[in-house]
T-cell receptor, first 117, second 114 residues
Framework: AQKVTQAQTEISVVEKEDVTLDCVYE???????LFWYKQPPSGELVFLIR??????QNEISGRYSWNFQKSTSSFNFTITASQVVDSAVYFC??????????????FGKGTKLSVKP | DSGVTQTPKHLITATGQRVTLRCSPR?????VYWYQQSLDQGLQFLIQ???????AKGNILERFSAQQFPDLHSELNLSSLELGDSALYFC?????????????FGDGTRLSIL
């Protein structure tokens, strides 16, 4: 069975602090994809990043960076120099299979990040 | 703006009633997914359609049904509504429906059962 665990329910930081959101996944598939989504207070779900199981290179996009480690089944998300606008619930998600397999997302419970000025 | 349109944004109804939620996918996307977000269950996959055909089913109740029309818009029908069906219902779309493609979400329909 597939599962995504986000152990941190809520995190509160002060603006300009760095913060890391943890994500641990479980799957027996060798081909899978990991995603992060952001849900701001307005409620929509915004796609942030996708990684596939064959690419363990870390990725950086502005203040956001992602660390994928297959050895620990983790796909952690770091926000550097956090800003108030980063306040949101962040979801890690897993999708398995390729080439005709179903593509539904399995979500973690989410981590609510509050960035205070 | 994700390009996925969901209507209505809010829906208030009573137990036992039936409602229809509508979703228009992004231009060019053939696959539509429905998800339910509730406080106790989190974000759960309900059902997926690809080019008019059902492709995958998740934790969808028998009281719920969906379809995707030839113009690719989709409708989620919820019947015999119960208090526990109150939730935020999201529609998402992707180009082909395969696992590697990002899904882009609409703003959701907030359903409140009184």
């Amino acid at each position: 069975a597939q599962k995504v665990t986000q152990a941190q329910t809520e995190i509160s930081v002060v603006e300009k602090e760095d913060v890391t959101l943890d994500c641990v996944y479980e799957t027996r598939d060798t081909t899978y994809y990991l995603f992060w989504y952001k849900q701001p207070p307005s409620g929509e779900l915004v796609f942030l990043i996708r990684r596939n199981s064959f690419d363990e290179q870390n990725e950086i996009s502005g203040r956001y960076s992602w660390n994928f480690q297959k050895s620990t089944s983790s796909f952690n998300f770091t926000i550097t120099a956090s800003q108030v606008v980063d306040s949101a619930v962040y979801f890690c998600a897993l999708s398995v299979g390729y080439g005709g397999s179903q593509g539904n997302l399995i979500f973690g419970k989410g981590t609510k990040l509050s960035v205070k000025p | 703006d994700s390009g996925v349109t969901q209507t209505p944004k809010h829906l208030i109804t009573a137990t036992g009633q039936r409602v229809t939620l509508r979703c228009s996918p992004r231009s060019g996307d053939l696959s539509v997914y429905w998800y339910q977000q509730s406080l106790d269950q989190g974000l759960q996959f309900l059902i997926q359609y690809y080019n008019g055909e059902e492709r995958a089913k998740g934790n969808i109740l028998e009281r719920f049904s969906a379809q995707q029309f030839p113009d690719l818009h989709s409708e989620l029908n919820l019947s015999s509504l119960e208090l526990g069906d109150s939730a935020l219902y999201f529609c998402a779309s992707s180009a082909s429906g395969q696992g590697h493609q990002p899904q882009h979400f609409g703003d959701g329909t907030r359903l409140s059962i009184l």
